[in-house]
């Protein structure tokens, strides 16, 4: 390591300095040199470590008595490899001499006081504030690098607060500390040394809105280092850049708690720095002597795609002209009790009257090596549910996200039925192990809708599931869940993506009707729409139109998914659906069975009313004969009053909480 402090010594009277363990100090030995002298000798007392470097070579003090030529190629560091009992306890003594002669012309003494000042965090990711060896001011990806990371606070672990516990410059409780990243600050040494020093803990401006430190000033050992709120201050934050440290006698360590206050974002790498100094406070001005920083990276919000286990389903209770959806909720109650999972209802007082809650929010997780916690992000729809993650989601344990519109009017792109995630992939060797998030966009049209521009950013920012955009605007809702989902499979691969299809349905209406099946009617046993048989629609030249043209858009998304995801045509699973253009956008002709809720193997499809040929719907039959192959379980649920004529299905009007990763994100490389 470089010296990082020099010192310049005197024939006249000795130097005093105070040197920090572990660095290096260089020593001028030719400033002030006694008249005639040609070469020098160094010692030092127990304690102190001496290296001379003379020219490319380096050299530690030599055992012999010839003395080091006194040029420009012969440099003399010290360093001290603990802290000082006393002040000046430490000695190092350079003698001058004329080439040949062995009595000294005069002698040049240095009194080294040792301090151990060390700022640090968890950089080797254990979950524990560690002294290390690595470079703590650099941040690297992978198994094998090192960095520490803070949780953005953005849960509300006191039911006392009104807001996040980042919004608060005030612990609220003393759990929330669990949620910090640990720091501790050792500062050992004299205590006379701290009567003309001081320590200094800082944050550049820039960082400050960005970060929170509290610290806890007991003298008592106890558990997080205090037992009451009041013990505990928030000493930097977007109020505070920096905080002189209120070092007591004998105070070997300090440990402080971080909290993250923002995510990544197009403003925001992620990354943020902390610094200690040591300031001489004996000169005018101060002088910080050293300063050791830290790093810490910001963890990524991150989505979990359908083949991670489900933990809650997320429903509204609603009432409408047509009735409750009592039956609906009856159906998701025993579905999930197949998926052993938790079932969770929004009342109507709550949603007031809006069904659709996969539009509202989006459940994700950070994770940091000392603690994760699940955090939804609310979209910026803001209709009827608008409140519910804030008001009912948001706790202990459970954090809130969300980024508002900078102007009036989200587009119906910017619900969250138009984020998904995929499972872990690799593409063309490029491993993405959480998978990679997918956004419905007016791709490959030059205008029209498209999710907006903050929320884009901010997925984008999280760098550890790199977005794709698809082409969704050709749908009236326009989201990616009308013609896509992913299944998970126990196979090699781990999953199946699943892909509406016209093309596919309208050749098994084909076959049927080869097979003498033409009479067999779409929408049979409905009472509120009208029959259509397979002969009427293999005959309607607009519903033949209207399936070519969506055909192509969804084929479109398919070679693009089958690039960015890094699939095969086995990965794909194209399931039979019909859509008919109103307009100049498209809609399901039939409840839309891609629009399903995944439940591990256990599927909540939506019932797509299909022709009966032997008393079976023929479309449930083809979907179970390429899914339950697969190891899946197909319920067939009727959503066609409560959700479809509403320009719905399943997946729009449920939410799923899953299982976090197990994966790290940290050692991916993005």
Same mark, same amino acid.
């Given at each position: 390591?470089?010296?990082?402090? #020099? ?10 300095? =105070? ?6 100090? *260089? ?20 304690? &102190? ?32 490899? #603990? ?10 003594? =350079?003698?001058?001499?004329? !080439? ?10 240095? *009194? ?8 640090? &965090? ?15 001011? @650099? ?71 960005? $970060?929170? $430190? ?7 050992? =106890? ?33 402080? *708690? ?7 974002? $197009? ?13 001489? @406070? ?25 083949? !991670? ?145 903050? =929320?884009?950013? %901010?997925?984008?920012? !999280?760098? &550890? ?20 989902? %992913?299944?998970? @499979? ?32 779409? %929408? ?54 019909? %859509? ?7 809609? #399901? ?82």
């Amino acid at each position: 390591m470089a010296p990082q402090t #020099a010192v310049r010594l005197s024939l006249k009277k000795p130097t005093y300095a =105070v040197c920090v363990v572990g660095v290096k100090m *260089y020593v001028d030995i030719r400033s002030h040199v006694p008249k005639g002298a040609e070469s020098f000798r160094v010692s030092g007392s127990s304690g &102190v470590e001496l290296l001379v470097v003379y020219g490319p070579a380096q050299a530690t003090e030599p055992v012999s008595k010839d003395p080091w030529p006194l040029d420009a190629n012969v440099e003399v560091t010290v360093s001290v490899n #603990a802290a000082s009992k006393a002040l000046n306890d430490l000695k190092v003594k =350079v003698s001058y001499f004329r !080439q040949y002669e062995d009595s000294a012309l005069g002698h040049s003494v240095l *009194y080294l006081t040792g301090v151990d000042i060390s700022l640090d &965090v968890d950089t080797g990711r254990k979950g524990k504030a560690k002294r290390s060896h690595v470079d703590k001011k @650099t941040w690297r990806w992978g198994p094998e690098g090192h960095g520490a990371v803070l949780l953005v606070n953005c849960d509300r672990d006191s039911l006392e607060s009104r807001g996040l516990d980042l919004d608060d410059s005030q612990l609220t409780s003393l759990d929330d500390l669990k949620d910090m990243s640990p720091m501790v600050l050792t500062c050992d040494g004299p205590n006379g040394l701290f009567d003309n020093h001081k320590l200094v803990l800082h944050v550049p401006f820039s960082d400050s809105k960005r $970060v929170g $430190v509290f610290c806890a000033r007991v003298l008592t050992p =106890v558990p997080l280092g205090g037992n009451s709120l009041s013990d505990y201050k928030q000493v930097l934050g977007p109020q505070h850049l920096s905080y002189e440290v209120e070092r007591q006698p004998g105070e070997q360590k300090i440990s402080f *708690y971080v909290e993250g206050l923002t995510f990544p974002d $197009v403003d925001f790498s992620g990354m943020v720095s902390l610094s200690v100094s040591l300031v001489d @406070t004996g000169t005018l001005p101060e002088v910080p002597i050293f300063t050791d920083t830290v790093a810490f990276r910001m963890a990524p919000w991150i989505m979990t795609p359908n083949t !991670q286990l489900p933990l809650e389903l997320y429903v509204c209770s609603v009432v409408d002209s047509h009735g409750s959806n009592e039956k609906f909720l009856e159906d998701m109650s025993d579905l999930v009790s197949k998926a052993n999972c938790k079932l969770i209802i929004c009342p109507s007082i709550e949603n007031r009257g809006d069904r659709w809650i996969q539009d509202e929010m989006e459940f994700g997780y950070v994770e940091a090596p000392h603690k994760s916690f699940p955090v939804v992000f609310d979209s910026p729809r803001d209709r009827g549910l608008t409140g519910f993650a804030y008001k009912r989601i948001l706790g202990p344990d459970f954090g809130y996200v969300t980024r508002k519109i900078p102007f009036p009017g989200a587009s119906g792109l910017d619900s969250f039925g138009n984020l998904d995630v995929s499972p872990p992939v690799t593409v063309g060797g490029k491993k993405y192990p959480l998978g990679r998030i997918l956004i419905g966009s007016n791709f490959p049209k030059s205008g029209g809708r498209r999710m907006a521009k903050v =929320v884009r950013d %901010f997925l984008k920012a !999280q760098q &550890v599931q790199a977005p794709v955009e698809l082409y969704s605007d050709w749908l009236f809702v326009g989201h990616v869940d009308e013609f896509l989902t %992913f299944v998970p @499979t126990s196979d090699q691969k781990g999953f199946r993506l699943l892909l509406a299809s016209p093309s596919v349905c309208l050749k098994l209406f084909q076959e049927k009707k080869e097979e003498g099946y033409g009479e067999a009617a779409q %929408f049979d046993g409905l009472q509120h729409q009208v029959k259509r048989s397979i002969n009427e629609m293999l005959a309607d030249k607009n519903l033949q139109r209207d399936s070519l043209f969506v055909q192509k858009c969804i084929d479109w998304n398919r070679e693009v998914l089958k690039r960015e995801l890094g699939l095969t045509e086995r990965d794909i699973v194209d399931v039979p659906q019909l %859509f008919h253009l109103k307009g100049l956008y498209a809609e #399901a002709f039939f409840p839309n069975m891609v629009n399903m809720v995944v439940l591990g193997k256990h599927l909540g499809i939506p019932k797509p009313f299909g022709p009966i040929i032997n008393g079976r719907c023929c479309l449930e039959e083809k979907v179970r004969s390429l899914l339950e192959p697969l190891g899946l379980h197909c319920t067939f649920i009727d959503d066609y009053l409560s959700y479809h004529r509403l320009f719905g299905e399943i997946h729009c009007g449920t939410n799923v909480r899953r299982q976090p990763f197990s994966f790290k994100w940290w050692h991916m490389v993005p």
